[in-house]
């Protein structure tokens, strides 16, 4: 993703210009999870989208969030099945993650599956899951504001890195 010119730091840029934002917005670092749902029956998804907005709500009750744009195609579907499972992609799914937002044909074949309790898809090699039903949806502007209600959830303590995104790019935390 391109830097914006900016003068100095403190130069604003017009905060209703979408590449500003994206640009700006950019500079905050967010995990890639893969959120899937349906195929309840079989050993994969029906449906899974790639989010940088998942992430925790509240400890009691349980709860976490996602984002999904309303022009998503995928969305309806997760919103459709009542419930999804949240696969925190390693630092070394980038494979993974490429996959599912290019939509690649074979995505949902070429890669493995374990299963949660509830029945969810969790990608082989996560670093960590968590099985939701949907507990609400807030209309946000454009986007809107998944409310999931946790009913498991785990993480694979061998997996060393989550996969981060920040500034149109991919890497893992460099610990300090
Ligand atoms: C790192 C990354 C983060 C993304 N985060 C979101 C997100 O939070 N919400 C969203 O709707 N799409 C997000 N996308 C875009 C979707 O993965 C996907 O490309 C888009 O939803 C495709 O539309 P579909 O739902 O019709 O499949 C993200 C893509 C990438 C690569």
């Known amino acids: ?73 995928t969305w309806p579907l997760v919103r459709a099945a009542g419930a999804f ?11 993974v993650c490429r996959a599912f937002a290019r939509k690649e044909d074979d995505r949902f074949e070429r890669f493995g599956w374990d299963r949660t309790p509830g029945g969810g898809h969790v990608v082989h090699g996560a670093a960590a899951w968590v099985e939701c039903v949907v507990e609400d949806v807030l209309e946000t502007g454009d986007h809107d504001l998944v409310l999931g209600r ?7 303590p061998d997996v060393p890195h989550s996969l981060v995104f920040s500034r149109g790019a991919y890497g893992v935390p460099t610990l300090v």
């Open 85 to 95: 499972t949240a696969s925190v992609l390693a630092g070394h799914q980038v494979d």
């Open 1 to 73: 993703m391109p830097e914006l010119a900016t003068a100095t730091p403190l130069t604003p840029v017009p905060a209703g210009d979408a590449r500003a934002f994206r640009s700006v917005l950019g500079h905050v670092p967010t995990g890639v999870t893969l959120v899937t749902a349906g195929g309840p029956a079989d050993d994969r998804p029906s449906a899974a989208m790639v989010v940088g907005t998942f992430g925790s709500v509240s400890l009691d009750p349980p709860l976490v969030c996602f984002l999904p744009d309303r022009a998503s195609t």
């Open 150 to 156: 946790v009913v498991a959830l785990g993480a694979d």
